[in-house]
């Protein structure tokens, strides 16, 4: 919901940084790779319970996968780079409420693997609405340009960084967070494949 009035913001000092980095010779894919590893630091940090440290990690993973985006468009985007590129998406919005079960699975526990298992769901309604979209030779650049379709929601990138942010400044709180925002995750998964059905219909 949030994504395409933050592009607007981002994206112009993130293309400046992503062109300078270009010009060195230092491919997107090494971006995301250092961006997924950064966020896997996030993870393991927060599984010992060192949330501030683990939240500045988690924030530089994320310049990290904005940037490769914008280091793609400066040298050349590929097929394979925007594949990756969502592989470690998923594998970070993963691994960070795991990482708060196995930190104290006696009160995280449930609350994250529902809260999983509507990331797994919200997904998957993402990326099958995405090959959808590619047979059906849509296009969209309203959360800047990227290597598949993008279809909006009410939770998007932007909001989810959000909320992991909470999760370590509040990590008390994680089971109420994880309810809340896992519900909306369903919802914007079904509302999406309300849309799907619209849509694709013949």
Request: aromatic content about 12%.
């Given at each position: 919901?949030?994504?395409?009035?933050?592009?607007?913001?981002?994206?112009?000092?993130l293309?400046?940084?992503?062109?300078?980095?270009?010009?060195?010779?230092?491919?997107?894919?090494?971006?995301?790779?250092?961006?997924?590893?950064?966020?896997?630091?996030?993870?393991?940090l927060?599984?010992?319970?060192?949330?501030?440290?683990?939240?500045?990690?988690?924030?530089?993973?994320?310049?990290?996968?904005?940037?490769?985006?914008?280091v793609?468009?400066?040298?050349?985007?590929?097929?394979?780079?925007?594949?990756?590129?969502?592989?470690?998406?998923?594998?970070?919005?993963?691994?960070?409420?795991?990482?708060?079960?196995?930190?104290?699975?006696?009160?995280?526990?449930?609350?994250?693997?529902?809260?999983?298992?509507?990331?797994?769901?919200?997904?998957?309604?993402?990326?099958?609405?995405?090959?959808?979209?590619?047979?059906?030779?849509?296009?969209?650049?309203?959360?800047?340009?990227?290597?598949?379709?993008?279809?909006?929601?009410?939770?998007?990138?932007?909001?989810?960084?959000?909320?992991?942010?909470?999760?370590?400044?509040?990590?008390?709180?994680?089971?109420?967070?994880?309810?809340?925002?896992?519900?909306?995750c369903?919802?914007?998964?079904?509302?999406?494949?309300?849309?799907?059905?619209?849509?694709?219909?013949?």
């Amino acid at each position: 919901m949030l994504d395409a009035a933050a592009r607007k913001i981002i994206d112009p000092p993130l293309n400046a940084l992503g062109r300078s980095l270009g010009a060195r010779g230092v491919s997107a894919d090494v971006v995301t790779m250092v961006g997924l590893g950064l966020g896997l630091v996030a993870a393991l940090l927060i599984v010992f319970g060192a949330f501030t440290a683990a939240l500045v990690f988690l924030l530089a993973s994320r310049i990290a996968d904005g940037l490769d985006g914008a280091v793609a468009r400066a040298t050349q985007k590929t097929d394979f780079g925007g594949y990756l590129d969502i592989a470690a998406d998923f594998l970070f919005y993963g691994m960070i409420p795991l990482a708060f079960v196995l930190h104290d699975s006696g009160a995280n526990g449930v609350a994250g693997a529902f809260l999983l298992t509507s990331i797994y769901f919200n997904g998957t309604s993402f990326l099958g609405y995405a090959i959808l979209a590619e047979k059906a030779q849509m296009q969209t650049t309203a959360q800047g340009q990227k290597s598949l379709y993008y279809s909006n929601g009410i939770l998007e990138g932007s909001e989810t960084i959000i909320f992991f942010v909470l999760l370590c400044l509040f990590p008390a709180y994680f089971a109420l967070m994880a309810w809340v925002f896992g519900a909306l995750c369903f919802v914007t998964a079904g509302l999406r494949i309300h849309a799907a059905r619209q849509l694709f219909t013949p």
